[in-house]
């Protein structure tokens, strides 16, 4: 007769393992945060380091470096409170400390505080649901903080070889206190838009919007290159830019497809149609640079992987695998 006795491992009554945890969504939101970790460091740490002049080389790695370990220290003191915490104001949450044991331990939970209707038929009545993912609060702020991280990391790219390592330092905790948790809080994490029913599955707003224009704003500021380095600005590690583009690649599939907070079909079909838009993309891209420039262009190829993964991230589990196509 064969032994039908369940594993210690696999039981539920054990002391460490609550009613509520799923192993297997706890399991893929850590692998999935560690994807999207491994964009920013080492993914544009490299890519930084290896597509610009050679003289700018360890001075755009380290913007990138010093940036993933900044906000990590910096999400866990204040800012996840501040982008995931309770109300403080419409768009802003309250800052506080995301360490102390039995919340990080507790069922995770999004938002941090019930909002209700305050006038018409449905005065009192819940305004939004809340969101109770099956993994505890550790693993949460871990996914959120690497959002965070990359985010900033992803703003770096328009003032490489303009900004002063120094200047670059004080930057980013700045900007993450006072940008990225107000439209994080606002959009995700119980604010104003995130009770209108605004969707954005992965960061299309959140991370993308928002490093792009911070990006564009920062550069208009800090002012061109000089005009010899505007002239010709070739990689200086062709092969090394190719490999963290692939990391960039691969690690947006826990980008996009952590973002359901469960290891379910939408997270597949995330995953799925991330691939399929960023190769169609870098496919589309290399076609056009040979039909107008005469042959195929390895920083247009990995333009195109880029414009294919920023397109998708804000709903990467809602369209039809075919329709990427178009």
């Known amino acids: 007769m064969a032994n039908s006795t369940v594993p210690t491992a ?25 994807l999207v970790g491994m964009q920013g460091m080492p993914g544009l740490v490299i890519l930084y380091g290896s597509i610009v002049k050679k003289k700018w080389a360890v001075n755009s ?20 409170k501040m982008a995931f915490g309770e109300k403080l104001l419409p768009l802003w949450g309250k800052a506080g400390s995301a360490l102390g044991q039995k919340e990080l331990v507790a069922r995770s939970r999004l938002p941090a505080s ?35 991280a990359v985010t900033v990391i992803l703003i770096a790219g328009s003032v490489l070889g303009r900004m002063n390592i120094t200047a670059w330092m004080m930057f980013v905790p700045l900007w993450l206190t006072f940008s990225y948790t107000i439209g994080a809080f606002s959009i995700w994490g119980g604010g104003f838009l995130f009770h209108w029913g605004v969707i954005d599955y992965s960061g299309g707003y959140v991370i993308h919007l928002a490093a ?7 550069a208009y500021w800090v002012g061109p290159r000089l005009t010899k380095d505007r002239e010709r ?22 980008f996009n497809g952590g973002d359901p907070y469960s290891a379910n079909i939408d997270s597949s ?3 799925l149609n991330t691939n ?15 039909v107008f420039f005469g042959k195929p262009s390895v920083i ?14 804000p709903g990467a589990g809602k369209p039809s695998s075919f329709s990427l196509f178009i």
């Open 269 to 271: 079909i995330a995953v």
């Open 10 to 34: 696999y039981q539920n009554n054990i002391p460490s393992l609550p009613d509520w945890l799923n192993k297997g969504d706890n399991a893929w939101q850590m692998a999935a945060a560690t």
């Open 61 to 80: 790695a380290f913007m990138a470096l010093y940036a993933f370990a900044a906000v990590v220290l910096c999400w866990v003191v204040w800012a996840y």
């Open 114 to 148: 019930a909002h209700y209707f305050k006038h018409g038929l449905h005065a009192g009545e819940l305004e939004t649901s809340e969101i109770a993912p099956f993994f505890p609060m550790a693993t949460m702020v871990f996914f959120q903080c690497v959002f965070a």
């Open 233 to 254: 600005f070739p990689p200086n590690n062709v092969l090394l830019m190719l490999a963290g583009a692939g990391l960039l690649w691969l690690g947006w599939s826990g």
């Open 276 to 290: 399929i838009c960023a190769a169609a993309s870098l496919l589309v891209w290399t076609s056009l640079d040979v």
């Open 300 to 313: 247009g190829a990995v333009q195109g992987m880029i414009t294919g993964l920023v397109c998708i991230t």
């Open 212 to 218: 792009g224009i911070a990006g564009f704003t920062a």
